[in-house]
């Protein structure tokens, strides 16, 4: 005897075959998981939480904007006519130019003594607030990231006053965490 009484009819009812379920009209309506997260997403929507998922998606694939693009080219046709631009604004162009974007990083560094004359003469801000911690806490990343190229070292003296420009924008308890003030000195 291979199996026992238990074991055997255990194995035969395991075994035999199961009956079919009857599929009705409405068989896609049984509880699951799925049909759960469907109607909270519903929910949520109707009652007006708007969550930009499709943003996050884009942002974390690397996608850029056509509007991005042309909002770093119109500044770059500000700072050629010689009028000022903002932190937010030269963060637009170091995002478009080196750090990702379609644009020529090389070029943008030969124009770089413009574009740090223009953030100097430019009010820091359009609306003479301080900077959020995550946006200042990017464009310094992003600072010393393009300042520590060797194609950058003849305008290092530039990256120093938009760092300088970049401190006096941001909280106090914010400027030791910069780490473009101490790269450039």
Known sequence: RVF???????????????RRRKLSLLSFLDPSGFLYVAVFAVVVYLKGWHVPVIGYVRHYLGYISPQA??????????????KAIDLVDFFAQLQHFC?????DCNQWLESMPDVAAAVKRGPGTWDRKKLRKGTALEIDRLLVEVGSKTDAFNVREDFRDIAR???????PELQSELKSLKEFG
Do not use: F, H, I, N
């Open 4 to 18: 026992g009484a238990r074991a055997r009819a255990r194995y035969c009812a395991a075994m035999m075959p199961t």
């Open 165 to 171: 420009e970049l401190k006096d924008m941001v909280a």
């Open 99 to 103: 750090s990702g974007g379609p644009g």
């Open 69 to 82: 693009t042309v909002v770093a080219e119109a500044t770059m046709k500000e700072v050629e006519a010689g």
